[in-house]
């Protein structure tokens, strides 16, 4: 279950940028993410994936053609300030290009960087709402040393320290989250909690059915051919959890959802 199906809008969302999109798909909502992306333009160029500002662009193009589609630039109005903007941006720039690149590492300490990420996430949502766009569910990180490519150097132990940052940004992300309330007139944005859950599904996997914590049901170096029945692992792979673990999480983030922006 994804969020879109939870709310009873659709089962799939489809990417902006698919060939096959149908005008039913602009009206309906599509997804601008790019998987690897972030907020820091140096995650975009290491993983060779599209950038959150060219995300930003290619709204502004699907605006111009939800227009041409209703015919009404009131309707089109309508369309996008009663949209729901769900944002997920900060495990791979903390993940991938903090923790494993010198030139961000030694140039930030982890306190002004997730202050700088902060910040992106601020101009970024100012962006979306001089755009149209009123209302924004944004997504915590997730416990960041608890995903298999963290835990695995411990033997499965959660890396604290790893988790630890992604508390430190969790924290000042749901701090702004809050000052853009206030900031954007007209305006609802909430703090969607992701570490929480998905960390309860690590510390207490029998509970909701899956046999394995941190070990991935995909291709570690140890098991490179996947597993049969990958509704039983908390995580896919050494970075995502399954699509099991999701379902498990996502009840409760629709209902806030919902609850918000009823």
Same mark, same amino acid.
């Given at each position: 279950?994804?969020?879109?199906?939870?709310?009873?809008?659709?089962?799939?969302?489809?990417?902006?940028?698919?060939?096959?999109?149908?005008?039913? $798909?602009?009206?309906?909502?599509?997804?601008?993410?790019?998987?690897?992306?972030?907020?820091?333009? !140096?995650?975009? &160029?290491?993983?060779?994936?599209?950038?959150?500002?060219?995300?930003?662009?290619?709204?502004?193009?699907?605006?111009?053609?939800?227009?041409?589609?209703?015919?009404? #630039? #009131?309707?089109?109005?309508?369309?996008?300030?009663?949209? /729901?903007? /769900?944002?997920?941006?900060?495990?791979? $720039?903390?993940?991938?290009?903090?923790?494993?690149?010198?030139?961000?590492?030694?140039?930030?300490?982890?306190?002004?960087?997730?202050?700088?990420? /902060?910040?992106?996430?601020?101009?970024?949502?100012?962006?979306?709402?001089?755009?149209?766009? &009123?209302?924004?569910?944004? !997504?915590?990180?997730? +416990?960041?040393?608890?995903?298999?490519?963290?835990?695995?150097?411990?033997?499965?132990?959660?890396?604290? +320290?790893?988790?630890?940052?992604?508390?430190?940004?969790?924290?000042?992300?749901?701090?702004?989250?809050?000052?853009?309330?206030? !900031? %954007?007139?007209?305006? &609802?944005?909430?703090?969607?909690? !992701?570490?929480? +859950?998905?960390?309860?599904?690590?510390?207490?996997? %029998?509970?909701?059915?899956?046999?394995?914590?941190?070990?991935?049901?995909?291709?570690? +170096?140890?098991?490179?051919?996947?597993? %049969?029945?990958?509704? &039983?692992?908390?995580?896919?792979?050494?970075?995502?959890?399954?699509?099991?673990?999701?379902?498990?999480?996502?009840?409760?983030?629709?209902?806030?959802?919902?609850?918000?922006?009823?």
């Amino acid at each position: 279950m994804n969020a879109a199906e939870g709310l009873g809008i659709k089962n799939i969302v489809p990417a902006y940028r698919s060939p096959f999109l149908e005008p039913n $798909d602009i009206l309906t909502g599509v997804s601008f993410a790019s998987g690897g992306s972030g907020l820091d333009p !140096m995650t975009a &160029r290491i993983q060779g994936v599209i950038w959150v500002p060219d995300q930003l662009n290619d709204f502004k193009a699907y605006i111009a053609k939800l227009n041409s589609i209703t015919g009404d #630039e #009131e309707k089109t109005r309508s369309i996008i300030s009663n949209a /729901v903007f /769900v944002i997920s941006a900060g495990n791979n $720039d903390i993940a991938i290009t903090y923790f494993t690149n010198p030139i961000r590492n030694t140039r930030y300490t982890i306190f002004s960087y997730t202050d700088l990420m /902060v910040s992106w996430t601020q101009s970024f949502i100012k962006e979306l709402y001089n755009l149209g766009a &009123r209302k924004f569910a944004i !997504m915590g990180t997730l +416990p960041l040393g608890c995903l298999p490519g963290a835990s695995n150097a411990l033997g499965g132990l959660c890396l604290e +320290p790893a988790n630890a940052v992604a508390r430190l940004f969790n924290r000042k992300l749901a701090d702004e989250v809050n000052n853009l309330n206030s !900031m %954007l007139p007209g305006s &609802r944005s909430i703090y969607v909690d !992701m570490y929480n +859950p998905l960390l309860e599904l690590v510390k207490n996997p %029998l509970r909701s059915g899956f046999i394995s914590p941190t070990r991935p049901c995909c291709c570690a +170096p140890a098991a490179p051919i996947p597993c %049969l029945d990958a509704s &039983r692992y908390v995580f896919w792979d050494i970075a995502h959890p399954s699509e099991k673990a999701y379902q498990t999480i996502i009840p409760p983030i629709i209902q806030q959802i919902q609850q918000s922006f009823a």
